[in-house]
């Protein structure tokens, strides 16, 4: 069965500091990985995806994840905050069998002090 | 913006009312689905269709129903609404090809149940 597990449900950083939010994952099958973030208020926007094609997987605003089979992870990354990265991070796994769905994790909300 | 449109997206209802959720998405994708979002559990599967005909239930389905009698179309029903049912409602189509599965979500659905 899939599961997603977000290691953390607040995550600070001053801007311009690295940012790490953590995420594992259990799945059946060889999964599809998402990062969503979603500002307040409006929908969810995808960061980026992990298919098998690459295990460093770079996505929009700079934020990048790294696929590691071995520990189940894959951690979004980006190495400078922004003020705009303030929001909620979502990890959503997606086993490639017939159904197409989505587990999310529970959410990571960021925030980006000046 | 083609792809997936969400209708209304802002409601109250009063409660013991019924509704219905409108989601349309003119890509031809097989997959639809409804998940809410409340706050600390991230978004959670309450239907899903893999084709015209097709619909199964995902982690909470008590409370809501769906069809698909199209493949462009896929209303979720609130037969009696609940307080608990206070929650914001995103519609998702999706397909899976060589690169995993892919999705696009509406910009979502905002009901109080008072």
Redesign the interface.
Known sequence: AQSVTQLDSHVSVSEGTPVLLRCNYSSSYSPSLFWYVQHPNKGLQLLLKYTSAATLVKGINGFEAEFKKSETSFHLTKPSAHMSDAAEYFCVVSDRDATNKLIFGTGTLLAVQP | NAGVTQTPKFQVLKTGQSMTLQCAQDMNHE?M?W?RQDP??????IH?S?GAGIT?Q?EVPNGYNVSRSTTEDFPLRLLSAAPSQTSVY?C?S???GQ?????Y????SWLTVV
């Open positions: 997959y689905s998940y600390g559990m991230g978004l959670r599967l899903y893999v199964d995902g995103f998702a999706s397909y899976s690169d995993g599965n892919t999705i979500f509406g910009e979502g």
